[in-house]
């Protein structure tokens, strides 16, 4: 069974730096995109960046620049840079096999297999 977990959340200042980082196990697909999404209280699931497996990647308006995805066999990481208060929010790590054309689409509603979660919270 297929299995996602996140690591590497934490407090820190505004204008930090965090590395998150997605250890798959169980899981191995030579064509997918895995994806980092973020949810903060009261707000919904929004997708923050992806990357398909020939190294593609995407990302939220509200990252570029600031937040870098990559992949590396059955882990990938999110650096993030610049950190603002309204990065705060619990961020999860998602894969989808096959998804290629959609992956940059940032859609939750594509992604089978999750993380648990990791809380980020950037203090002003």
């Known amino acids: 069974q297929a299995q996602l977990i996140e690591s590497g959340g934490g407090s820190v200042q505004a204008g930090g730096s965090l590395t998150l980082s997605c250890a798959a196990s169980?899981?191995?697909?030579?064509?997918?995109?895995v994806a980092w999404f973020r949810q903060a209280p009261g707000k919904e699931r929004e997708g923050v960046a992806a990357?398909?497996?020939?190294?593609r990647t995407a990302y939220a308006d509200s990252v570029k620049g600031r937040f870098t995805i990559a992949k590396d066999n059955a882990k990938n990481t999110l650096q993030m840079n610049s950190l603002k208060p309204e990065d705060t929010a619990m961020y999860y790590c998602a894969a989808e096999p096959w998804l290629w054309v959609g992956c940059g689409e940032l859609n939750a509603k594509s992604f089978s297999t999750w993380g648990q979660g990791t809380q980020v919270t950037v203090s002003s």
């Open positions: 990357i398909r497996s020939d190294g």
């Open positions: 169980g899981y191995t697909n030579s064509r997918d995109c």
